[in-house]
Structures are given as C-alpha cells and as structure tokens.
Antibody, heavy 120, light 107 residues
Framework: EVQLVESGGGFVQPGGSLRLSCAASGFTFSNYWMSWVRQTPGKGLEWVANIRQDGGEIYYVDSVKGRFTISRDNAKNFLYLQMNSLRADDTAIFYC?????????????WGQGTLVTVSS | DIQVTQSPSSLSASVGDRVTITCRASQSIGTYLNWYQQKAGKAPKLLIYAASTLQSGVPSRFSGSGSGTDFTLTISSLQPEDFATYYCQQSSAAPLTFGGGTKVEIK
C-alpha cells in the first residue's frame, strides 16, 4: 500500500522558516517524480513544486521561487520542502504527492497533509 | 501560466442524477487534464487522468472527455458517496494549475 506521511508543519512567524518532510513507503520511491501541493480555503489547490526521480530537474510555482527548496533522499525514501522567508499567504495545508514516472503529471497518491500557519 | 476555469462552482443534485462539470483551459492543452475528488477533511483523490483515462479502482459511473481547451467530467448516476468537491488540473506545462473546484451538494 502506498503511504505518504508528512511532518514538520506548525506555527511560524512571518519571515521564519520550516522544513517539511514526507516519508514514502509501499512503492519504489526512486521511480517517481514527486510534488508538493498546498491548499488554502481562499485559493483552493495550488501546486508548489516537483522534482525528478534523480533530483536533476525541479520546477516551482512563481510565488515560492527563491524562498522554497524541494529535495529528496532516495536512499531514505524521503521528500523535503525547505521553506524560508515565510509569509502569511503561505498559510496552508501542504500535501506530499506522488507524481508521474514519465509523461504528463497526475497525482495518484496523496499524504494526509501537514498544516503550516504563518502569523505574528 | 495556463488558467483553468471550472463551472459551475457548486451544484445541487439528487441521487441517481446525471451530473456534468466542465473545465476550460486558457490555451490548448491537448488531453493533459486530470480530475480529482475531495471529501471534507480528506486529501484529494485522482479520478481521471489524460482527460479520459479512469484511474484504477474508480467506479465506471465517472467518465471524462474533451481535448484542447474544453473538458467534461460526467457522473452518470450520482451516488450518496459522490457528494464532494471536484477539481480539474492541467498538466500540459508548469506551473501545474488547478481549477477552482465544483462542490456537489445534496438536493
């Protein structure tokens, strides 16, 4: 059974940092692209970033470029999202998502989500 | 960026009804369009990918169609467990973008 378990969310002040982690199991992690997707009541679902199997290709939504860094450890089956210079509008539930093997992205497995709250 | 617009934003329907949700992309995306279902307090679930391919384990009452800029998700006979919010998502080009969602409520 595919499992994706996020951790690392919490409450942080504007300008602060958080590192999200996602533990993957039940599939060959190194075979898949992986993504982070976030959800807010006001803006709905927003894709944040994805990373190729070997980490050699990475994409971000413009609103997080230069502030967030996606990475992975295929030996440990972990996906990460380092978030710096956090802003109030980054407040969201962040989901770790299994992306494609190849071809076009589609998100076929999701974690339970971890809540990030940015507030003073 | 490719914008994806869903309609309607909400609808009320009865069990057994045929329900149609539409999604329009701001430019042609071929068949790079996916559909998800989300129930309250849960993560989204993939229903259909590549516009019309049913994800494994998804009931056959769900179907998708379309190409280019106009797409449709159809539920042929609405069941009690189908009351949820549905999202489309384009995967033609980064940034990958989602529609605003369609909430399907009980009539």
């Amino acid at each position: 059974e595919v499992q994706l378990v996020e951790s690392g969310g919490g409450f942080v002040q504007p300008g602060g940092s958080l590192r999200l982690s996602c533990a993957a199991s039940g599939f060959t992690f190194s075979n898949y692209w992986m993504s982070w997707v976030r959800q807010t009541p006001g803006k709905g679902l927003e894709w944040v970033a994805n990373i190729r199997q070997d980490g050699g290709e990475i994409y971000y939504v413009d609103s997080v470029k230069g502030r967030f860094t996606i990475s992975r450890d295929n030996a440990k089956n972990f996906l990460y999202l380092q978030m710096n210079s956090l802003r109030a509008d980054d407040t969201a539930i962040f989901y770790c998502v299994r992306d494609k093997i190849s071809g076009a992205s589609h998100f076929d497995s999701w974690g339970q989500g971890t809540l990030v709250t940015v507030s003073s | 960026d490719i914008q994806v617009t869903q309609s309607p934003s909400s609808l009320s329907a009865s069990v057994g009804d045929r329900v149609t949700i539409t999604c329009r992309a701001s430019q042609s995306i071929g068949t790079y369009l996916n559909w998800y279902q989300q129930k309250a307090g849960k993560a989204p679930k993939l229903l259909i990918y590549a516009a019309s391919t049913l994800q494994s384990g998804v009931p056959s009452r769900f179907s998708g169609s379309g190409s280019g800029t106009d797409f449709t998700l159809t539920i042929s006979s609405l069941q009690p467990e189908d009351f949820a919010t549905y999202y489309c998502q384009q995967s033609s080009a980064a940034p990958l973008t989602f529609g605003g969602g369609t909430k399907v409520e009980i009539k």
